[in-house]
């Protein structure tokens, strides 16, 4: 049996029903045990999700909780979702499809990377010991997310990963017309790919059955959300943009739908689509009680805000930062898609984006650090203080956080964290690089710098996170123009521009450093791009916009 989800956006439902229903899911899921005191509201309930039909064995009460879990389930509002499954299995206690869902719901976020906590891989594993499958595809479905629970006490999770990657390309071949299979195994590529593989093979595969199933079904949440998400990567980004203007309109009501979009426009450098899309979502997220996703949503927001010179704005939203956290508690099971260390992750990242992206080395270098579960996140706090300290010539306060980088990448390794481990190697070679830089050794300075700019090419950024802190070859292009050698830091500039169009930095790195290499032409498109994409920014703003109008117009009154 197939039905189209509760608040689907096509129009094709009554209010009334839309109504009755929605009341209905609420009543059950009143009655069940909540993992949060934001979902005593019943979180999403009645939502407009978008459309999605999904063959199952479940009775017709449970129908409609089902369908809906089902949705949330593809806009990874992981909360909503396992309490609609549980009030599928309240209305039939013998829906599988239920159990199923509450498996692969504990799962989390599959895109975060880092291993996934004891008591939600428990949750998962409890769930499909409980399921009683009624048919061999149902029997598949369950077998096949069984996978990623199968001896985690031991078994490596990219292992695990790859094992339900494997059961869901059987799942999609041995049912051809059954869509929602062929989008979980496509999102089963995408989760399973190697960062480290440049050629983006799993990725591409994924984003080609994904694309033929948008033609076909362009109201799917799933299969607008996993588009973006697959191709969430720079060479890749342009093929997602249609998907990220359509996700919000397809499921309007889901806090993480309408952030989801601003990873690509991130990633295209559109700044001002990337704040509404974040303002959006972090209002979302107030209403949903979602603190986690309303923190990551803040961090994208304040990266876009930085990058086009709205320098105040961002300040509004360091401020409220304590207000937010004052809601957190990292107790609790997240209602949505970002996980309990996306909110550490969050709260270390903003200010030190807030310094370091408008050089106020002083204030990076006095940040305060944060201890917490999750050392990568006390990491970045770590690298803005050293990275001020650098700059201002504090030596020793740099190589102490150059030691503390070193503690944390010991910490991460003993937990086999290895990409968080990788990204916090880099940082501490940012780190001793500018410190040799301080102590007269640029010879050593750079040799660190190229060997940050080469580790940090051979990874990727994680979704967490719109941007690194600062970019190697930002950084590295900076050094260079210290040194006096303009050639050089252009095209560390123009490197950084192909991977993060229009950040603001290497914009203004690579105006001044083709001055300076007297390639007039090139310092006046750069000089303009910077002032097109700051266009609306603070006035009079950062004192190098100045610069920039200088450079764009030479002749003009008062340069």
Known sequence: MAHRVPGAVDGNSTLHKQLVLSIWIASLLCLLPLTSAAQQHSPLAGAKLGTVDFENSCSPNAQGAFEHAVALLHSFEFGPAIAGFRAALAADPGCAMADWGIALGSWGNPFAPGLKPRKLLNRGREAIEAAKPKTQRERDYIAAVARLYDRFETAPEESRLQAYCDAMSKVAARYPEDSEASIFYALSLAISADPADKTYSKQLKAGAILEALFRKEPRHPGVAHYIIHTYDFPPLAPRALAAARAYAKIAPDSPHALHMPSHIFTRLGLWDESVNANLASTAASRREGSVTEELHASDYLVYAYLQSGHDAAAARVLEA???????????????GAAPVPAAYFAMAAIPARYALERGDWSAASRLKVRSTNYPYTDAITWFARGMGAAY????????????QLAAIHRRLNDANESYWALQVVIQRIDVLAWTALADKHSDDALTQMRKAVDLENGTEKSVVTPGTIAPASELMGEMLLKLNRPGDALREFEATLLKEPNRFRSLYGAAMAAKLAGNTQSARR????????????????RPELAEMRAIANPGAPGQ
């Open 321 to 335: 930062i304590p207000g937010i956290e004052s809601r957190f508690n990292p107790n609790a099971i997240p209602i």
């Open 392 to 403: 201002l010539g504090e030596i020793a306060a740099a190589q102490d956080a150059a030691q």
């Open 526 to 541: 750069y000089a303009t791009a910077l002032l097109k994409v700051c266009v609306l920014a603070d006035h009079p703003g």
